[in-house]
Nanobody, 122 residues
Framework: QVQLVESGGGLVQAGGSLRLSCAASGNIRRINVMGWYRQAPGKQRELVASVTSGSITNYADSVKGRFTISRDNAKNTVYLQMNSLKPEDTAVYFC????????????????WGRGTQVTVSS
């Protein structure tokens, strides 16, 4: 019913930049919150950044000032601009969307993308 497709990951040197994109498609009535999580090997998945439909943003302390999340509501797409990347940013980055389906007037559910690998070399 719903697909979240991420793109933009890759290999970059420390200090470099990458831009991730995630497009949601399917029988979507509205999307409440979109966000990016990441999971490094041997670690738990953690929130990187999120943005509401009203453009209120939230960032993990570790990425504040370096990453910027933005959203295009018309395209159901969320972006993550990552600057000044560090080796500790290496992880699989997952897109998340809390949304309401057309078939459901108010009940919201969380959906995940398959993830995109970001590798930062020192």
């Amino acid at each position: 019913q719903v697909q979240l497709v991420e793109s933009g990951g890759g290999l970059v040197q420390a200090g470099g930049s990458l831009r991730l994109s995630c497009a949601a498609s399917g029988n979507i009535r509205r999307i409440n919150v979109m966000g990016w999580y990441r999971q490094a090997p041997g670690k738990q998945r953690e929130l990187v950044a999120s943005v509401t439909s009203g453009s209120i943003t939230n960032y993990a302390d570790s990425v504040k000032g370096r990453f910027t999340i933005s959203r295009d509501n018309a395209k159901n797409t969320v972006y993550l601009q990552m600057n000044s990347l560090k080796p500790e940013d290496t992880a699989v980055y997952f897109c998340n969307a809390n949304l309401v389906l057309i078939s459901s007037w108010s009940e919201s559910k969380n959906y995940w993308g398959r993830g995109t690998q970001v590798t930062v070399s020192s």
